[in-house]
């Protein structure tokens, strides 16, 4: 099982930028695909961005592509979510997800192993 904890979110007006973190450890993520989800008040968590560990490909939401950028530190064991000019619709709770998969999934019942999330607030 892999254990997973989500740093660097908070509070930041719309048009700024959040870099958050998310730093893995248990086990190798080789053959792992990790991605980020959201969830805001009221609604159902979605996927926002993820990628596979062991070649780097990625893939986005397209409400957030151009936007957001998924990157990974293999030596660091640690994922991030590089987020730039943030809307108020962007506010929510950002969760990090395993899957012993290579292949992303944006259906958030394919994960394994979850963080406890970060919250994110953009002011308008």
């Known amino acids: 099982q892999v254990q997973l904890v989500e740093s660097g979110g908070g509070l930041v007006q719309a048009g700024g930028s959040l870099r958050l973190s998310c730093a893995a450890s248990?086990?190798?993520?080789?053959?792992?695909?990790i991605s980020w989800f959201r969830q805001a008040p009221g609604k159902e968590r979605e996927f926002v961005a993820g990628i596979a560990w062991t070649d780097g490909r990625t893939y986005y939401a397209n409400s957030v592509e151009g936007r957001f950028t998924i990157s990974r530190d293999n030596a660091r064991n640690t994922m991030y979510l590089q987020m730039s000019d943030l809307k108020s619709e962007d506010t929510a709770i950002y969760y990090c997800?395993?899957?012993?998969?290579?292949?992303?999934?944006?259906?958030?019942?394919?994960?394994?192993?979850w963080g406890r999330g970060t919250q994110v607030t953009v002011s308008s």
């Open positions: 248990g086990r190798t993520l080789v053959s792992y695909s």
């Open positions: 997800a395993a899957r012993a998969r290579i292949v992303i999934n944006t259906l958030p019942e394919n994960y394994d192993s």
